[in-house]
């Protein structure tokens, strides 16, 4: 597939169309990644959880969504992958996916993404055509940005100056375009607080059972004043991603005190 999307103002990086290393999405099931089809089951979840951030988005004015968690390993690559898929079926819509969790990246593992330079990279200044970064699947309006890890240190990438220049460029991105950024948690460093400051919002991953009241509490606040778009309760014992009525998805307020900021 190629995709080039029409820009009113050139940005600062040239952001790219069309990538060299491609994978079925039919072959991404056995990593975990069922928003493609909307006839597995599994896809559900994230379908309704597309509406919901789409509505809210759209309502907003918000482009540029990261994905966080208070801790690790609670399923925020999981979300943000399956999420991306599902998006990447929204007609008129053209998802970017970038992988901002520079220390332990997971988006090409889960996307079956191999290659030599990544976000990580771009950042660092090893390479400076993003078009070396971006991957597209066939058929797909999906355009993924996975990272690779490398020795530079994540703080000094996120707050440098070409961190702020992607960021513009992704905001220099034409209407009907969304913008996922899957980050690291909240308590591991400080990148996900530095990152949620240049974005419009975020997405709150929470694991059933594992993550406290107090963890969700300290995240928004360390978060402040980035807003909250909502909060995904992963692993609930009832299902995939569920709650009472099926689903784990909802704004802070649907959880009553708990998620509370
Ligand atoms: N609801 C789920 N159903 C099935 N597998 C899941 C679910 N949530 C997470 N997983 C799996 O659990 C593992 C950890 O999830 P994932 O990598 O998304 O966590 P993470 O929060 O991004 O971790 P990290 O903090 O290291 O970035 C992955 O193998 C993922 O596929
Ligand atoms: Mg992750």
């Not at 997971?106 to 030599?116: E, H, M, S, V």
């Not at 009472?244 to 959880?255: L, V």
Request: hydrophobic fraction near 40%; glycine fraction near 8%.
């Amino acid at each position: 597939m190629s995709f080039d999307p029409p820009q009113r103002v050139a940005p600062a990086f040239a952001v790219p169309g069309d990538a060299n290393r491609v994978t079925a999405f039919d072959k991404l099931r056995a990593n975990g990644i069922y928003g493609f089809d909307s006839k597995d089951i599994r896809s559900r979840p994230f379908t309704l959880l597309r509406a919901q951030v789409l509505r809210i988005a759209r309502a907003r004015g918000w482009r540029i969504i990261g994905v966080t968690s208070p801790t690790p390993k609670v399923g925020k690559s999981f979300v943000a992958s399956n999420l991306a898929a599902a998006l990447a079926r929204t007609p008129d819509l053209h998802t970017y996916l970038f992988d901002f969790d520079l220390r332990r990246s997971t988006i090409a593992r889960n996307f079956q993404l191999k290659g030599d330079f990544g976000l990580s990279h771009f950042l660092d200044g090893t390479i400076s055509d993003l078009g070396a970064v971006a991957r597209t699947i066939p058929g797909e309006q999906l355009t993924i940005f996975p990272s690779f890890v490398n020795a530079a240190a994540s703080d000094e990438l996120v707050a440098s100056n070409r961190m702020d220049s992607l960021i513009t460029a992704m905001r220099q991105l034409p209407e009907g375009t969304l913008c996922l950024c899957d980050l690291p948690p909240v308590f591991a460093n400080d990148d996900a607080v530095v990152i949620s400051q240049k974005i419009d919002a975020y997405l709150m991953i929470v694991e059933d059972g594992v993550t406290t009241r107090k963890q969700v509490r300290d995240s928004f606040r360390l978060l402040s004043p980035a807003p909250c778009i909502g909060t995904v309760l992963n692993r609930y014992s009832a299902g995939l991603i569920s709650d009472d009525y099926g689903y784990g998805y909802g704004q802070n307020k649907q959880y009553g005190g708990y998620y509370d900021n």
